[in-house]
């Protein structure tokens, strides 16, 4: 009976502790994100291939992650992401979000740039009710996208110019073909008029 009270005892510690543990490590997880800071970002295109929990990257340092992904209530072509930033990120009034295709695999993420060191941390300069928000810029790929049918253009006039080179060079060959002498007798000078006897000349 005796060793029936103590290993109930034991085992009573050991749960204690295992449990005064796992409090301990939710704890010092929370505390670690205490200083974290919510910033949003209103981006005017698809965020296809961004996930809740992706990684926010400063100059490719990892420095947050997604939170969420909404779209814009006051304007259904912009979506609306909440991102987490660590509080010693270097956030300022001009810093820029874009998002940035990860190799082929389609999958994007949010890339930070920009922060000159004279410019004011973001976090100062919005009111203490409001989120701080960075503003976007326009991805490579989709600037590429906006500019491709320019460049559809000018290769289609290029083309256009191509064709007339070769039509034109088609029709001298035609020629060359039927009178191969036009190579001998070069270009046609225009020959000047005969002159006229001076009068003054003749006996």
């Keep these: 009976m005796e060793t029936d009270k103590r290993y109930f005892i034991e085992g009573m510690f050991i749960v204690g502790l295992l449990v005064g543990m796992a409090i301990f490590f939710v704890w010092l997880a929370d505390s670690g994100k205490r200083d974290d800071v919510l910033y949003r970002i209103h981006f005017a295109e698809s965020v296809s291939g961004l996930s809740l929990g992706d990684s926010v990257k400063f100059h490719g340092v990892d420095v947050g992650t997604v939170r969420r992904m909404e779209l814009d ?3 259904p072509r912009r979506v609306e992401v ?19 295709l990860k190799g082929i695999t389609g999958v994007v993420y949010v890339e930070l740039n920009g922060g000159s060191p ?8 919005t009111p203490a009710d409001a989120i701080p928000e960075i503003r976007s810029e326009k991805s490579r790929l989709t600037t590429l996208l906006d500019q491709l049918p320019r460049v559809v253009e000018k290769f289609s006039a290029l083309e256009d110019k191509a064709n007339k080179v ?4 088609g029709s001298v060959t035609a020629k060359i073909k039927e009178d191969p002498s036009v190579l001998l007798r070069g270009p046609r000078k225009n020959n000047p008029p005969p002159r006229e006897p001076d009068p003054g000349n003749r006996r």
Excluded: G, N, Y
């Excluded at 004279?118 to 300069?125: H, I, R």
């Excluded at 070769?166 to 060079?169: A, E, L, N, S, W």
């Design 82 to 100: 909440d991102v987490k930033l660590r509080k010693e990120a270097p956030v300022k009034t001009d810093t820029r979000a874009s998002l940035v």
């Design 73 to 75: 209530p006051d304007d």
């Design 166 to 169: 070769v039509t034109d060079v």
């Design 118 to 125: 004279e410019a004011q941390m973001l976090v100062d300069a």
